[in-house]
């Protein structure tokens, strides 16, 4: 009975594993990525779940205003905060998209992540 129940699950596990590796990976950010306002500023949605920060390296021309809007997908503390590229601390609360204006540095990338530094995306200034 133990054996049977230990087999069991090893199929189980093996499977869901089988499946993350299978799940399309989302495609990276561009230069085009995102909607662009009327006052010229480019928004991109980053998700804050299980896989950290989706995408997670957005590009940008240098010097270009960007609104990153994050939203928070998952519980937990770690995501729970925001650390800007200019070093202040964003609470993410849970579903509740949160604005956050980057500019583009003129070469180069900045750097966001959550409050503990376990996940992190940058900011990298392209060439068009």
Do not use: H, W
Request: aromatic fraction near 4%; charged fraction near 25%; proline fraction near 8%.
């Amino acid at each position: 009975m133990v054996r049977a129940v230990l087999a069991l699950s090893l199929v189980l596990v093996a499977g869901c594993n089988d499946k993350a590796k299978d799940a399309p990976k989302p495609k990276p950010a561009t230069l085009s990525t995102g909607t662009v306002g009327s006052d010229g500023v480019r928004t991109v949605a980053i998700e804050a779940g299980s896989d950290g920060f989706v995408p997670d390296r957005i590009p940008g021309k240098p010097g270009e205003k960007l609104n990153l809007k994050f939203t928070r997908t998952v519980e937990g503390e770690c995501l729970a905060e925001l650390k800007t590229p200019d070093g202040k601390l964003v609470a993410l609360p849970m579903g509740k998209p949160v604005d956050v204006a980057v500019t583009v540095p003129a070469n180069g990338e900045v750097k966001f992540a959550c409050g503990m530094d376990m996940f992190a995306g940058v900011v990298v200034a392209e060439k068009s």
